[in-house]
Nanobody, 122 residues
Framework: QVQLVESGGGLVQAGGSLRLSCAAS????????MGWFRQAPGKEREFVAAITWIGRSTYDADSVKGRFTISRNNAKNSVYLQMNSLKPEDTAVYYCAADMGYSGTSEEYDYWGQGTQVTVSS
């Protein structure tokens, strides 16, 4: 069992940066693949980035390529999403997800956080 708590969201102007954090409780965090998803108002939840338990990362190239970076610190049971050059279209609730076997782009992760709101003003 893993519990995930996101933090770091807020209001930022276009062009600014935010760093989201996801703190995980429970054992064996280092063996979990971690993902970030987001859901904008009126839209379905979508994949943003993922990092495997061995540190291999993938991104939704179209939306965040070159602007977002996912990383993890296993000693702190945490995964991060550094977001730079933010755009109004990045406005969404951002969710952290974890799974011991899956590391892809769909919502097949077993564990999810409650989300943190990111609002980018123009």
């Amino acid at each position: 069992q893993v519990q995930l708590v996101e933090s770091g969201g807020g209001l930022v102007q276009a062009g600014g940066s935010l760093r989201l954090s996801c703190a995980a409780s429970g054992r064996s965090f280092s063996r979990y693949n971690m993902g970030w998803f987001r859901q904008a108002p009126g839209k379905e939840r979508e994949f943003v980035a993922a990092i495997t338990w061995i540190g291999r990362s993938t991104y939704d190239a179209d939306s965040v390529k070159g602007r977002f970076t996912i990383s993890r610190n296993n000693a702190k049971n945490s995964v991060y999403l550094q977001m730079n050059s933010l755009k109004p279209e990045d406005t969404a609730v951002y969710y952290c997800a974890a799974d011991m076997g899956y590391s892809g782009t769909s919502e097949e992760y077993d564990y999810w956080g409650q989300g943190t709101q990111v609002t980018v003003s123009s």
